[in-house]
């Protein structure tokens, strides 16, 4: 076999396809491997460049075959898709793999520590608790609803409907069962919220970035922790501005002929970050509404000519942004120094 300088590895749950060029760019290796034969065949060939697309397995296969030696990139599946010649099939999307980490433009996704990961798990964890805990109360409310037992918005008034429910005397056996049942439910997610809570904490104390980055107006512990577990991605970005158009934050471009025309946001990043960085600019939003002599002047100006959740997507972007520069330089946070470059670029 020819020296490889690229392998394209098209991962599956038990089917491997590979794709590799030589040094002439042609062809040499087609061939598809069976999960338990993949260490042993990159084991035994030199170290050269794996490409493989991101998704739920590659950041392990992207650790195990690095210990072997290879360099390993890994690659949004948006830009891989151009590349496939025609129909879809393991071979094709093998083949598009080794052509596109070849391309001298191409951004990569950074390999995550298995540490990073399981961190992440924690947070998706609490996300997921806190959708089902939305669910499970807004049902809980609902029903109360249909037996004339109605509460106001808020997750501190679904124990005190609770009670209500338990004292009421009109509702039928079934009704006080099923009640007592979402009851329980609804307090057992609370606690393992809490228990997830508390581990993200103590995450966070131990991490110098999450430290750093709560002191953040608007990005606070759990913004924070996300950013830092995220902080592989944030330094595979080339700026500021990259990484808060990796997030999804900057506005959608449809210029041509020398007009620009700029929409929305584009929305086409990492949603958990985003979403974490929008919901706590609205909460500093809040504060300068009802305290506007502490607020930031950039901010109370901007309230007044736009939307105030337009505004919200702007401070979000400009946290990102500081974070950005925060884990990249170890630095903490200046209230001072921001003041100062936000009074500079009005």
């Not at 057992?188 to 809490?194: N, S, V």
């Not at 922790?225 to 995220?230: F, R």
């Not at 592989?232 to 990796?246: I, L």
Request: proline share 4%.
């Amino acid at each position: 076999m020819e020296k490889l300088i690229r392998i394209g590895l098209d991962t599956s749950k038990s089917v491997f396809q590979l794709h590799g060029v030589d040094g002439s760019e042609q062809p040499v290796l087609r061939r598809k491997l069976r999960r338990l034969e993949v260490v042993p065949f990159f084991a035994k060939i030199e170290p050269t460049v794996v490409a493989i697309e991101a998704c739920g397995g590659s950041h392990y296969w992207a650790r195990t075959l690095e210990e072997l030696g290879h360099q390993v990139r890994l690659l949004a599946p948006q830009h891989v898709k151009p590349y496939v010649k025609r129909g879809k099939n393991d071979a094709a999307d093998a083949a598009a793999l080794c052509e596109a980490v070849s391309r001298p433009g191409m951004k990569f996704v950074a390999a995550k520590t298995a540490e990073e990961q399981a961190a992440l798990m924690w947070a998706g964890l609490r996300d997921r608790l806190i959708k089902t805990r939305t669910q499970l109360s807004n049902a809980i409310r609902s029903y109360a609803a249909e037996f004339g037992l109605v509460a106001a918005r808020g997750l501190d008034k679904i124990d005190p409907l609770m009670a209500r429910i338990a004292a009421s005397e009109d509702l039928p056996v079934a009704a006080r069962e099923a009640f007592a049942l979402h009851g329980r439910e609804y307090a057992r997610l609370q606690a393992e919220i809490r228990e997830v809570e508390a581990k993200l904490m103590v995450w966070h104390r131990g991490n110098q970035d999450s430290r750093n980055l709560a002191e953040v107006p608007g990005i606070g512990p759990i913004g924070g922790t996300k950013l830092a577990m995220k902080k592989a991605d944030a330094m595979a970005c080339q700026s500021g501005r990259f990484f808060s158009a990796w997030i999804g934050l900057t506005a959608k471009d449809h210029s041509t002929a020398g007009r620009q025309r700029l929409g929305g946001i584009t929305r086409a990043g990492d949603p958990a970050l985003r979403s974490v960085l929008v919901v706590g600019a609205m909460a500093v939003i809040r504060q300068a509404e009802r305290n506007p002599e502490k607020a930031s002047p950039w901010l109370l100006a901007l309230l007044k000519r736009k939307p105030k959740k337009l505004v919200a997507v702007a401070l979000a972007n400009k946290n990102a942004r500081i974070a950005w520069k925060m884990m990249t330089t170890g630095e903490r946070y200046d209230p001072r120094r921001s003041a100062i470059a936000t009074a500079a670029a009005a």
